[in-house]
């Protein structure tokens, strides 16, 4: 039966009769053959699924029945007519194969004869049922249990299992049933799959049905188990088959969620089915209050969801209204603002007194310098300046020099740049002196990108590689047949010769090999670079194909890539009498690119860094302090480091602005004109070239009574210019555009200053759902949207092109003729990384361009008058499409800078759990690579995403930084990725030795575990807070906690710790809390307890099976480490020989059993077994056991150039051991000892935080090296220097001991140290005795 509409309702709450509560309903009857199958799975969700002819027949009669009418369709007629007698005009019915009315109210309109019924073996009664039951045990119970559940909907199963398991009667199921119904917000889906669902008795067909409405009942519930929302219903009705989700009950609301959950999952269910099933499908989605709660009587019931926007999300369903789309209602319209939405007619509907508006969701399917211009306004003096110091250089090899424009945005500061960097290189060349040219102009997301300078400027210098020798082809004075040899130099005369120089964007690239990777090999092994190089700089942060995979060895340390790369574009671009190394916009390039240029600077001749920024003073540089200092001191005073600032233009400028761009004579302007766009634009040089395109475009001038050139003054505002500021005629301009090319213009602000049209074409085809066919037409209407906004002047096109060139007379380059716009768009491709099925596959492939902005204010003015929502959603779009690539193409999985991409778009949408998984994978490969400080960037940016969210209510709680309420409403995932972020973030702050900040960060995640409700979700792997505790105990150790003086913040931290692990009952993270309870207990004193820790940990800990596990979560074996500090324990306790017991069953069974790759780890178990075999006479059997384990290993794993943590003392210790170990005996090095030892750098520390990690293992490391002078100083080979050396012992050994005891060191640190010093003294007591 269907069309049941309430007339009247009562509820035994309200005191009324039950009975007088109403249905006005109509009804229809079939019959026939049905067939009823199961269709799910055994772990999520299965529904019961009757198909058959009848479902039909009872649609036919209830669309024809009235209300209080039964219809019976022709089928039924006939069998009645078979088993009694039919009032009416039957046979005409049963002749016309239509419906029939049998009943009216109480009236009916046939009569059956007398007939037996049919027994049933099955009793449908709850008694049998249970009597079924009484055989099955508890196991089998709570099966059956978990089967049935699998038939009811995901609300009531959750009930049932928070209710307690008392035994419950029907009166108290009523009552909670009507204790639990509620009124919600619900978004209600109806999807209806278009399939032949008729059964057709060959058993082959019908069999492929079942199993196709299987396929489509677990695509849908694998859909939705990801986005967390409820099946209601899967039935084949009146309507076909229908799928029928929500979001909004209990266990499915959400912060955004149509826009985050509903509508995404509402998109991908239809998309997939058509993808995987070849399914077409209609959908319905409405949001609006509806009834939730179970429906029906004591012996059958359900639950539902029903109201009115239910009604219409079934109606927008329909056939009748959806011709093969999704349609929502008004209200999931207003809630999503990330998502497109086609306007529609409106519908009638019941329940609605209007007609209701409809809307069909749209679904959202390197840089390059500025061109050059023959003729500017202004900037005459400082180009001229430029290119006077630029001559210099070229005609004497000289020191290297930096050169800082700066300047305000709008100021003409790349303008300038460009214009000077091409006089420079045309004046060069006329001098007949080689020139070379590299430029790039940093972007906003550069900052977060590790030498992103350099992914440019590298490419550039390696076409610039030479095998010529040193001493002969390649020395200064050239060849025989150079033509830039010293003797045929041509003067140039800057004053004179400004106006005849060629001004084309050329290149002066001539390598003689064929790639990038090819130069960049050469230029590796040119070096004696290590091979990991090739695999970490060339692929991962240059994005060269190198075609290396990473073979897991350790990544060369930070100073070495940056001298590295600073080495190669020395030897690079050396032939060169003149480099011009051209960077704008360097307020938004990153640190290590700074390092590289720094370098460059320092060690390089005649290469002029060129260097454009807004000001400093507002845009602060990531450029190193000191250098920065010195640049702006000393190389001022040298004469290395000038600057210059400019400013905006004067009175006289403006009108040569005004004549060159109106075509007028300066003395045709009159004083008013000129003083209106000089106000308007504040006389920079760029708002101004604004000001008059729109004067000029619009017509805006005319001739003045006086006969001068003045702006139009009728009636109407818009015929002069009016405008308050240039952001008003920015916006003037924008909104005289037609609305299309607005919203491509939305698309490429969020690209960036400048982008591809393949990946505006690929982001657009993933809004609109671009099919294939229409691919090209898609991307060429996009193209010529983008053409409209060039000749606004908002857009420049650019290509990435080496032009093929050849020498005039003069020694000027000229184009080949041969080279048209096309080949130049091809011919641009060459170093970009494509995607072979992505973009190379793309029909636009051939045609690519690049655009950029003609000025960040087009990109910001854009971007400020977009809604937040909007802005969000694009970002997403983007963020899809290069994943897409990125996933396609396994190079760019690898490249940085791409993940980065991807990141920055991620993050921008808010989408918290995407920008959070790359987030920490990029973040942990920056860790890797020594780069924490721009991981704790990474790590921020994705943080920022809820701490910058919030209500900015002073009374507010926040755990973290985040706001409770925010807190409140997030799920499990995202509070694991928060907790990770958290702890990422600490272990990069203490990597730093910034132990306070990492206190913070490890504290903030604790704070937000034990606050975040869904923390004690069963769902919640707990191990991922392990690492917090173990993060806080190591910046305690850092002195980063101010303690009280019982030490209760390190005891209830540990005592935490062992609890959680304890429950977690993982033997790797209880043996971790264990070991550190054992370090807390020997902070405070107790050795003893200390000890008997160790014997806990022996009963859980496996080093063969455990080791590994360990390692990842910990980044070293900090179980096994325990047994290294319990060596110190026993120190303290003047146990020597449980000490030396300790140290033999560390060596024997602990480290052959360890990663030999991990050496870091390595060091951590045998640092303390070092010094206690040297002091109790077995020092070189110490030295062998450190070669043998420490420095073979890492050889053979990552090379002798390779790095870690400890290796800055591995040659002192070696040292020492071989010193204390033949005190009395020759050694053939010890001339080297001795000069090591006399050189007072040695003792300084790099880095700094050397001393207070393994101050915390053992004797600081200052103690180590200051045993060195003192050894020798006992050696009759050494006795000239004795004086020397001892005090340096001295003086060394009480830093140490000052160390040990001002940074709360272990208690061994200080003893050894103030044991030592004490011998020392004695010594050198000694000694002046004697003399």
Request: net charge negative; proline share 3%.
């Amino acid at each position: 039966q269907r069309g049941l509409t309430l007339q009247r309702g009562s509820s035994s709450r309200s005191g009324l009769d039950p009975s007088a509560a109403t249905l006005n309903v109509k009804c229809g009857i079939g019959v026939g053959r049905v067939a009823g199958i199961h269709v799910g799975d055994d772990i999520s969700r299965r529904e019961y699924i009757i198909l058959g002819d009848p479902i039909d027949q009872v649609a036919k009669a209830e669309a024809a029945a009235s209300h209080g009418e039964v219809f019976a369709s022709p089928e039924v007629i006939e069998y009645l007519a078979k088993i009694g007698t039919v009032q009416g005009d039957w046979e005409t019915a049963l002749k016309e194969r239509r419906p029939m009315r049998i009943a009216l109210r109480e009236e009916k309109f046939f009569e059956a004869h007398q007939c037996r019924r049919r027994s049933s073996n099955m009793s449908a009664s709850a008694d049998n049922v249970l009597q079924r039951c009484d055989n099955l045990d508890y196991s089998e119970l709570i099966w059956l249990k978990r089967m049935i559940s699998l038939y009811a909907h995901p609300v009531v199963v959750n009930d049932d299992n928070e209710t307690t398991s008392r035994f419950k009667t029907e009166s108290d199921d009523l009552e909670r049933h009507l204790a639990e119904a509620e009124l919600r917000n619900v978004y209600t889906c109806f999807i209806s799959p278009l399939i032949d669902y008729k059964i057709t008795g060959d058993e082959e067909k019908d069999k492929q049905l079942f199993n196709l409405l299987n396929d489509i009942m677990n695509l849908a519930r694998r859909q939705l188990d990801r986005a967390c929302g409820h099946l209601r219903q899967f039935i084949v009705d009146d309507k076909g088959v229908v799928l029928i989700f929500t979001f909004g009950l209990r266990g499915s609301t959400f912060p955004n969620m149509i826009a985050h959950h509903a509508i995404p999952v509402t998109l991908s269910i239809c998309e997939s089915l058509l993808e995987e099933l070849g399914v077409k499908t209609t959908a319905g989605a409405t949001f609006g209050k509806v009834y939730c709660g179970v429906v029906g009587g004591s012996k059958r019931h359900e639950f539902a969801a029903l109201g009115p926007s239910v009604n219409l999300a079934a109606r927008l369903m329909s056939p009748k209204t959806n011709s093969g789309v999704i349609l929502v209602d008004k209200n999931v319209r207003l809630l999503t603002s990330q998502i497109f939405f086609k306007p529609l007619p409106a519908v009638k509907a019941k329940g609605y007194t209007e007609s209701v508006p409809i809307f069909e969701p749209v679904i959202a399917g390197e840089n390059e310098w500025g061109q050059t211009k023959t003729n500017i306004v202004g900037r005459e003096t400082e180009i001229k300046e430029i290119m006077r110091v630029a001559k210099d250089m070229a005609l004497s090899r000289i020191a290297s020099k930096f050169l800082f424009v700066s300047a305000a945005s709008g100021t003409g500061k790349s303008t300038l740049m460009v214009q000077s960097t091409e006089r420079v290189r045309a004046m060069v060349k006329k001098m007949k002196k080689r020139v070379i040219v590299t430029r790039n102009i940093s972007n906003d997301g550069d900052s977060r990108v590790p030498f992103s300078l350099f992914r440019s400027i590298f490419r550039d210098v390696l076409l610039e590689v030479r095998h010529e020798d040193e001493n002969s082809q390649n020395s200064l004075q050239g060849s025989k047949g150079d033509s830039t040899r010293a003797d045929s130099v041509v003067d140039f005369s800057i004053s004179e010769q400004w106006d005849s120089l060629s001004l084309r964007s050329q290149s002066s690239k001539n390598s003689t090999m064929s790639t990038d990777v090819t130069r960049f090999r050469f230029i590796c092994e040119e070096l004696n670079a290590p091979p990991e190089f090739v695999e970490v700089v060339g692929k991962r942060l240059l994005g060269l194909k190198t075609g290396t995979s990473n073979t897991g060895g350790s990544p060369p340390e930070l100073a070495k890539i940056v001298d590295f790369m600073a080495d190669a574009f020395v030897r690079c671009t050396k032939h060169a009498d003149l480099v011009l190394l051209a960077l704008d916009d360097v307020h938004w390039m990153d640190e290590m690119s700074w390092k590289v240029v720094q370098a460059i600077f320092e060690r390089g001749q005649n290469v002029l860094s060129l260097i454009g920024s807004r000001p400093p003073s507002a845009n602060p540089l990531t450029v190193d302090k000191t250098f920065w200092s010195e640049l702006q001191s000393t190389y001022r005073d040298d004469g290395r480091y000038l600057e210059i600032s400019l400013q905006p233009f004067n009175e006289m400028e403006v009108q040569q602005m005004i004549s060159f761009t109106l075509d007028i004579g300066m003395n045709e302007i009159d004083s008013s004109f000129w003083r209106n766009v000089f106000t308007t634009s504040g006389g920079m040089p760029h708002y101004l070239s604004y000001a008059l395109e729109t004067i000029k475009r619009n017509n805006l001038t005319i001739k003045l009574d006086n006969g001068l050139v003045g702006l139009k003054s009728s009636e109407g505002d818009d015929s002069k210019l009016g405008f308050g500021s240039v952001n008003e005629l920015l916006l003037y301009r924008l909104d005289a555009l037609d609305a299309t090319v607005r919203n491509a213009l939305h698309l490429a602000a969020v690209l960036g200053n400048d982008f591809d049209l393949l990946d505006a074409a690929l982001t657009y085809e993933q809004m609109f759902r671009v099919r294939n066919s229409d691919r090209w037409e898609s991307a060429m209407g996009l193209c010529s949207l983008f053409d409209i906004a060039i000749d606004e002047g908002i857009l420049e096109q650019s290509f990435a092109v080496e032009d093929v060139t050849g020498d005039d007379a003069d020694g000027d380059d000229v184009v080949a003729d041969s080279i048209n716009e096309e080949e130049k768009m091809r011919a641009s491709l060459g170093n970009v990384a494509i995607s072979l099925r992505g973009r190379k596959s793309h029909p636009l492939y051939a045609e690519n361009r690049r655009y950029r902005f003609t000025h960040d204010s087009w990109k910001t003015s854009i971007l400020n008058i977009m809604l937040d929502g909007r802005k969000a959603e694009l970002h997403e779009y983007v963020a899809i499409t290069l994943e897409q690539e990125m996933s396609e193409e396994a190079h760019n999985q690898d490249d940085l800078k791409w993940q980065l991409r991807v990141f920055r778009h991620w993050n921008s949408s808010g989408n918290f759990a995407k920008a959070s998984e790359l987030g920490l994978k990029i973040g942990s490969q920056m860790m890797i690579m020594g780069l924490n400080p721009q991981a704790i960037m990474i790590f921020n940016d994705v943080l920022d995403i809820w701490t910058s969210t919030g209500t900015e209510c002073d009374d507010e709680e926040r755990y973290g930084d985040i706001e409770a309420s925010i807190l409140d409403s997030i799920d499990v995932q995202e509070l694991e990725y928060l907790i990770k972020l958290n702890i990422q973030k600490g272990k990069a702050f203490s990597s730093l030795g910034q132990g306070n900040d990492g206190f913070k960060a490890f504290q903030s995640a604790l704070d937000i575990l034990h606050y975040t409700p869904c923390a004690s979700s069963t769902d919640f792997d707990r191990s991922v807070t392990f690492p917090i505790f173990s993060g806080l105990f190591v910046v305690l150790k850092f002195g980063a906690v101010t303690q009280d003086s019982e030490f209760s913040y390190e005891k209830n931290l540990c005592k935490q710790f062992v609890e959680q692990a304890r429950l977690n009952n993982d033997p790797v993270h209880y043996s971790r809390a264990v070991a550190m309870e054992g370090e807390t207990l020997a902070r405070l004193g107790n050795f003893e307890e200390a000890l008997e820790t160790l014997d806990v940990i022996k009963s859980i800990y496996d080093i063969e099976s455990q080791h590994a596990a360990i390692c990842k979560s910990y980044g070293s074996d900090r179980v096994g480490q325990a047994f290294h500090h319990s060596i110190n324990w026993n120190h303290a306790l003047g146990q020597t020989d449980a000490a030396l017991a300790t140290c033999k069953y560390i060596v024997d069974e602990i480290v052959p059993k360890s990663d030999p790759k991990n050496v870091h780890n390595t060091m951590c178990l045998l640092y303390t077994v070092f010094v206690t075999m040297k002091e109790n006479g077995m020092a070189l059997e110490a030295r062998d056991i450190f070669n043998l384990r420490l420095v073979e290993p890492f050889e053979q794993h990552f090379g002798s150039n390779g790095s870690t943590f400890s290796k800055p003392l591995w040659k002192p210790i070696l040292m020492l051991l071989d010193l204390q170990g033949n005190q009395d005996k020759p050694i053939d090095n010890i001339d080297e000892y001795l000069a090591w030892a006399l050189d007072e750098n040695n003792y300084i520390l790099k880095p700094a935080m050397l001393e207070g990690a393994w101050g915390n293992f053992g004797p600081t490391p200052t103690a180590l090296l200051a045993e060195i002078p003192y050894f020798l100083s006992r050696r009759d080979d050494c006795i000239k220097h004795r004086s020397c050396l001892l005090q340096r012992a001295i003086t060394q050994m009480a830093i140490s001991l000052d160390n040990a005891k001002s940074k709360n060191m272990i208690l061994f640190a200080q003893m050894y140290a103030q044991q030592k010093l004490d011998t020392m003294k004695a010594y050198q007591k000694e000694c002046m005795c004697n003399n």
